[in-house]
């Protein structure tokens, strides 16, 4: 895991274990009252950035097609090929294609692809991801005499880029404005949004126990 989370996990653990022993030290007290407690809410600005990605890259992360029973009923294949144009850069947009087989007891083809691209950071850059869109089609293959059977195309914008780290899907694919039902499960990642941080704002609340008033002799 990413060490800032580890060392957050365990300053909480510290802080419930001091809680804990406050609240062992008055069991049994005789004529002690309740304990006092509160609960204090606190918020602090927290700046997100996806640490394996690179300042100068971009990332493309496909989980999955899903969605594919309607799709396939009557077809005996079970191969599917998925290509991508990200969209980026502008002038020669990165591509290629990613492999899988469908699952018949989910109708799904799980695929696990990740591939990170150069992407050189540029003025004209806000200008593009404002404008640009990944696209997908999807499409089963047949064997040499049978040709192939499109599944649909879909996009996916990338406006996002220009204030957030990543944007995703799931990119719904159709036949020309059709829906198909089949659905692509994917993600867009920078490292840090092209237009500047992306900062967002945490809310923790904690349950404090506070002191105890004064244990009164039971005989008076």
């Known amino acids: 895991g990413e060490p800032s989370k580890a060392v957050e996990r365990f300053r909480e653990h510290k802080h419930w274990a001091q809680e804990l022993q406050v609240a062992e030290s008055r069991r049994g007290v005789l004529g002690a009252s309740p304990p006092l407690f509160e609960w204090r809410t606190t918020r602090r600005q927290v700046r997100r950035e996806n640490a394996d990605v690179g300042e100068h890259e971009v990332r493309l992360e ?3 097609v899903e969605g594919l029973e309607r799709a396939l ?3 005996r294949t079970r191969d599917l090929v998925l290509s991508f144009n990200l969209g980026l850069p502008r002038d020669e947009p990165h591509q290629g294609e990613a492999r899988g087989t469908v699952d018949d007891a989910t ?7 990740g591939q990170t691209f150069e992407l050189r950071r540029a003025r ?5 991801v404002s404008r640009k869109k ?9 064997g040499l005499f049978k040709g192939d059977l499109p599944l649909g195309r879909g996009t996916l914008a990338l406006a ?3 204030t957030r780290c990543e944007v995703a899907g799931p990119v719904e694919l159709l036949d020309g404005r059709k829906p198909t039902g089949v659905r692509v499960v994917a993600r867009v990642k920078l490292r840090n ?3 500047g941080p992306e ?14 008033p004064p244990v009164r002799d039971p005989t008076e």
């Open 62 to 64: 496909v989980d999955a």
């Open 107 to 113: 109708w799904a083809a799980p695929l696990g692809f």
């Open 124 to 128: 004209s850059l806000s200008s593009a």
């Open 193 to 195: 949004p092209v237009d």
């Open 73 to 75: 009923e009557g077809h």
């Open 199 to 212: 900062v967002r704002t945490e809310e923790e609340r904690k349950l404090v126990l506070g002191p105890w």
């Open 134 to 142: 990944l696209t997908f089609e999807a499409r089963m293959t047949r």
């Open 160 to 162: 996002g880029l220009g």
